[in-house]
């Protein structure tokens, strides 16, 4: 199991030639819970970002992330049915309420199995000093969020 926070960042390479193709920039989740891309952030002036399928990604390292070939990376582009955590408007720092109406935080990280990609947590802050005082919480959830315009609704049954 990783946390996002852990990849942000970090070199991707391919494994066949050892070139280095970016960093890992972003998180691209479907909104049935899955980890559908990370999205890189590639070298070079005029390249743009491009989505990495959890699928051809072969490792995740502590010091960069492992795939097969630069040909199974697609260009970037925004559909509706994919969320991101940063960019477009992302996830993070979004309200997080259950399906009660209670607030629970703001989203700071998600935490996933590398091999799957299916998210198994979220992280939620209450801001810096409550951070400070009683910890950040992790949420764990089977079923998949409901991700609106304004908040997020997390059913905890």
Not at 1 to 19: A, H, I
Not at 57 to 68: E, K, P, Y
């Amino acid at each position: 199991m990783r946390t996002f926070s852990l990849l942000k960042g970090l070199p991707v390479y391919e494994e066949s030639t050892g070139t280095m193709l970016g960093t890992v920039c972003d998180l691209c989740i479907s909104n049935d819970g899955n980890v559908k891309s990370l999205v890189m952030d590639s070298k070079g002036l005029f390249q743009r970002d491009r989505l990495i399928p959890i699928s051809s990604v072969t490792s995740f390292g502590s010091d960069g992330v492992m795939v097969a070939s630069k040909h199974r990376l697609f260009p970037f582009h925004h559909d509706k049915q994919s969320f991101f955590l940063y960019n477009h408007h992302g996830l993070f720092r979004k309200p997080i309420l259950t399906s009660e109406g209670e607030k629970l935080g703001l989203l700071e990280d998600v935490y996933f199995h590398e091999e799957m990609g299916r998210i198994v947590g979220y992280e939620i802050t209450d801001g810096f000093f409550a951070d400070i005082t009683e910890g950040k919480k992790v949420i764990k959830t089977n079923q998949p969020l409901t991700i609106g315009k304004d908040i997020i609704v997390v059913n905890l049954e």
